[in-house]
C-alpha cells in the first residue's frame, strides 16, 4: 500500500491506546515500501511527536485552535491531512471522534468506508475487512476497493507494534486549516465524575447489566459483591437508568478495566461493553440467553437466571464463611 | 424551533437472526423488528425539547414493514407530526445509501435541529449523523448525551472513553447522533397508541431519487466461531454457583 493516515486521538493529555493500535496496523498494511501518515490535533502537538515513531511523517494543526476535540476542526484538518497525504487507506478508531470523523470524510471525498471493523487483510487491490454486526452476534466480510476508509474497534490490534519512540517528519497545518466562521465552540471539557472507588484498580468487578432489571435488584448485586470481595459496576443502561453512577461504567464511554475477576450477571457482551473489560483475568458471564456474545469472551459461563444464581453463590459463600 | 428525528427499526436480538440465502444478509421474514434503541433515545429528547420550549417534533422515516406502526408509536410520545417516505426500494437501505433520501426531505422541511441515534446494530457502511451533516453542510456532532436550545444555537453533551465529557455550542441548523436523552424513554399508554393510530398527522411522500454509492459490499456473514467460548456450567443455579466457587478457589480469585 502506498501510503496510510491515521487519526490521532487525545485522552486528556495522552495519545489514546487506540491510536497506538491503528498506527500498528497501519505500519503492517503499508509494508516495507509504504508510508504511515499521521494526524495529531492538539495544544501542545509538537512535544508529542517523539511518540509517534511508527508514522513517517506527522501533520500537526497545534496551538489554541487544536484544544480540546472539536468535530468541525478535527473534520477539517483531516481534509487538510488528506489532500496533502494522498493516502490509499484512512484509518479512524470507532470511538466518539471516529464516529464524528469516518462518514464524514467518507462522504465528502467519495469513498467507501467500513466500520466497526476487526480485522483486515490486502487482497489484491481490494481489501477484505471483517466486522462486528448485530452488537457481536454475526461477523460481516466486506470486499472494499481502494482508496478507502475505516472505522476500526478500539482494542483488536496490538498497542505495541505501534509504540514506537521516533523521530517522524512533521508538517505544519496550520496554513491549510481555516478555523474562521466555525459553526461550533467548546465551552467546557468534564473530567470524569469522581466517586468512591477507583474501579480500574479494585481487582475483582462484579458487573450487573440491563438484565438485573431493576434498582432495587442492585442491593442483592451489592451484597453478593461484598461477599465476593468484588466492587459493582455496570453497563451502559444501567448508568443511564440512573441505578449506579457514572464513575462505575465499564465500556468504551466508561472505564477500560482488567481486573483479576469479572462476573457479570445481565450482560449481552455487546462489542461496546467488551471493550472495556475484555483484557480481564477471568470472567464469569451469567445470562439466560445461550447464544450472547458475552458467552465468547468470558472462561466460565452459565445460563441460569441471575437471580437464582445470586441467591445460590450468597448462600454458598456465607455457609462458608461460617 | 423545528426538530426533526429519524427513526429505524432493526432486528430484534431477542429473537435468533438467521441468515438469508446467499448467507449475505440474515432473514428478515422472522425476525421481530424494534426500533433502534439510540433513535429511541433521540426521540425521547426531542419530545423533552419540545415540551421545554416548545418545538414541534416531525418523526421521518424510510417506509417498510411495521414502519407505519412504529410512527404511530412515534406520535403517542409526543411527536407532532410523522412523515413516511415511499418508494425507496430494499427495506432496510443502508444508513450510507439512504442518506440523501432523508437529506432531501430534510431540507424541504427546514428544519432547526435533525435528531437521530448515534448508529444502529446494522451501520456496517457508516452512521447516519455524519452522513447527513456532511450532506447538507450542517454542523454534526455524535454520541451525544443531552442537548439544551438556544436561540440560534444548542449545547450538547459529547461523551469520550474513560467518562470524559464536553460541552459544545453547536450553530443551528445542525444534526446531533443521540446516544442517551437527558431521561429515560417514557411509557406510552395502549390508550394513547389507539389514539394515535386514528390520528391524521401521519402523512405519505415519495422518497427522492438520490442514493451514495457505494464501493464496499459483503461477501458473507457468518457467527463468530465459539471455539474460544467459555466453558459452560449448565443452567442449574446451585451446581452453577458451586461450579464458579470450585474455579475461583483453584484460581486463588476469592477475596479473603
Ligand atoms: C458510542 C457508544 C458507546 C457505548 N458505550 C458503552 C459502555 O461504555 N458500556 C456499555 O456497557 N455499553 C456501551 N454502549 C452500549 C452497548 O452498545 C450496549 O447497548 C450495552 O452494552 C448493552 O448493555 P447490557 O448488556 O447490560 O444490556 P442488553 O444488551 O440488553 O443485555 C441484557 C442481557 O441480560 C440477559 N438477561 C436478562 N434477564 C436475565 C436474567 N434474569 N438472568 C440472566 N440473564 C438475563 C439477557 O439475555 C441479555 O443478554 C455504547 C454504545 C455506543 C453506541
Ligand atoms: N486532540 C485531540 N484529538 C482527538 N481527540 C481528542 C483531542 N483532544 C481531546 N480529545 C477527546 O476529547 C476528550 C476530552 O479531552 P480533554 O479535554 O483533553 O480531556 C478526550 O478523552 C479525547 O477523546
Not at chain 1, 95 to 124: F, I, K, N
Not at chain 1, 248 to 262: E, I, W
Not at chain 2, 136 to 144: C, E, G, I, N, T
Request: include cysteine.
Amino acid at each position: 500500500m502506498t501510503a496510510v493516515l491515521v487519526h490521532i486521538e487525545l485522552e486528556g493529555e495522552a495519545i489514546a491506546p487506540v491510536s497506538f493500535q491503528l498506527l500498528g496496523l497501519a505500519r503492517t498494511l503499508a509494508g516495507d515500501h509504504g508510508r504511515v501518515d499521521a494526524l495529531l490535533v492538539a495544544e501542545a502537538a509538537e512535544g508529542q511527536l517523539p511518540q509517534l515513531g511508527a508514522a513517517d511523517r506527522v501533520f500537526c494543526l497545534g496551538g489554541a485552535v487544536a484544544a480540546g476535540y472539536l468535530p468541525e476542526t478535527h473534520f477539517k484538518a483531516l481534509q487538510a491531512a488528506r489532500e496533502a497525504s494522498q493516502p490509499e487507506l484512512t484509518l479512524v478508531a470507532y470511538s466518539s471522534a471516529g464516529l464524528d470523523l469516518a462518514a464524514a470524510t467518507a462522504v465528502s471525498d467519495d469513498l467507501p468506508l467500513v466500520a466497526y471493523c476487526q480485522g483486515v487483510e490486502r487482497d489484491g487491490e481490494e481489501l477484505l475487512v471483517t466486522s462486528q454486526l448485530y452488537a457481536g452476534r454475526l461477523l460481516a466480510t466486506s470486499r472494499v476497493t481502494l482508496p478507502a476508509v475505516l472505522s476500526v474497534v478500539p482494542g483488536t490490534f496490538e498497542e505495541a507494534a505501534g509504540q514506537i519512540q521516533g523521530n517522524p517528519e512533521m508538517i505544519d497545518l496550520s496554513a491549510a486549516v481555516d478555523t474562521s466562521h466555525a459553526r461550533m465552540r467548546l465551552v467546557e471539557v468534564m473530567a470524569p465524575e469522581g466517586d468512591d472507588v477507583d474501579i480500574t484498580t479494585a481487582p475483582s468487578l462484579l458487573c450487573v447489566g440491563r438484565g438485573i432489571g431493576d434498582q432495587d435488584s442492585i442491593a442483592e448485586a451489592e451484597e453478593l459483591a461484598e461477599l465476593l470481595g468484588a466492587e459493582v459496576v455496570g453497563s451502559r443502561p444501567v448508568i443511564d437508568a440512573g441505578w449506579l453512577p457514572k464513575s462505575r461504567q465499564v465500556g468504551k464511554s466508561g472505564q477500560r478495566v482488567a481486573p483479576k475477576l469479572y462476573v457479570s450477571l445481565g450482560v449481552s457482551g455487546a462489542p461496546e461493553h467488551l471493550e472495556g473489560m475484555s483484557k480481564a483475568g477471568f470472567i464469569v458471564a451469567i445470562n439466560k440467553d445461550p447464544s450472547a456474545p458475552i458467552f465468547e469472551t468470558a472462561h466460565l459461563g452459565s445460563t441460569c437466571d441471575l437471580f437464582d444464581l445470586m441467591d445460590s453463590l450468597a448462600e454458598q459463600l456465607r455457609q462458608r464463611g461460617q | 424551533m423545528h426538530i426533526v428525528v429519524i427513526l429505524r427499526l432493526v432486528p430484534d436480538l431477542a429473537d435468533d437472526l438467521d441468515l438469508a440465502e446467499g448467507g449475505k444478509s440474515i432473514d428478515r421474514e422472522w425476525v421481530g423488528l424494534a426500533l433502534n434503541e439510540f433513535d429511541e433515545q433521540a426521540l425521547e429528547e426531542a419530545v423533552l425539547l419540545s415540551e421545554a420550549s416548545g418545538a414541534t417534533v416531525t418523526a421521518l422515516a424510510l417506509a417498510g414493514e411495521g414502519v407505519e406502526r412504529m410512527l404511530q408509536g412515534a406520535l403517542a410520545r409526543g411527536a407532532s407530526a410523522a412523515i413516511l417516505l415511499e418508494g425507496s426500494g430494499d427495506d432496510p437501505l443502508p444508513s450510507r445509501t439512504a442518506a440523501p433520501i432523508y437529506a432531501e426531505a430534510i431540507r424541504a422541511l427546514a428544519p432547526d435541529l435533525v435528531l437521530t441515534g448515534v448508529q444502529t446494530i446494522e451501520d456496517l457502511f457508516g452512521q447516519l449523523a455524519p452522513y447527513l451533516g456532511r450532506l447538507l453542510d450542517w454542523p454534526q456532532v455524535s454520541a451525544v448525551s443531552g442537548i439544551t436550545l438556544d436561540a440560534g444555537h444548542c449545547q450538547v453533551r459529547q461523551e469520550y472513553s474513560g467518562g470524559r465529557q464536553a460541552l459544545i455550542e453547536v450553530a443551528l441548523p445542525a444534526v446531533i447522533g443521540l446516544q442517551t436523552a437527558s431521561k429515560p424513554p417514557r411509557y406510552v399508554s395502549a390508550s394513547k397508541l389507539k389514539e394515535a393510530m386514528k390520528s391524521d398527522r401521519l402523512s405519505r411522500q415519495p422518497a427522492g431519487a438520490g442514493r451514495l454509492a457505494n464501493a464496499a459490499r459483503i461477501e458473507r456473514l457468518v457467527p463468530p466461531e465459539r471455539s474460544a467460548g467459555a466453558e459452560m456450567l449448565g443452567d442449574d443455579p446451585d451446581s452453577a454457583a458451586a461450579g464458579i466457587l470450585g474455579a475461583l478457589d483453584a484460581r486463588g480469585l476469592l477475596g479473603t
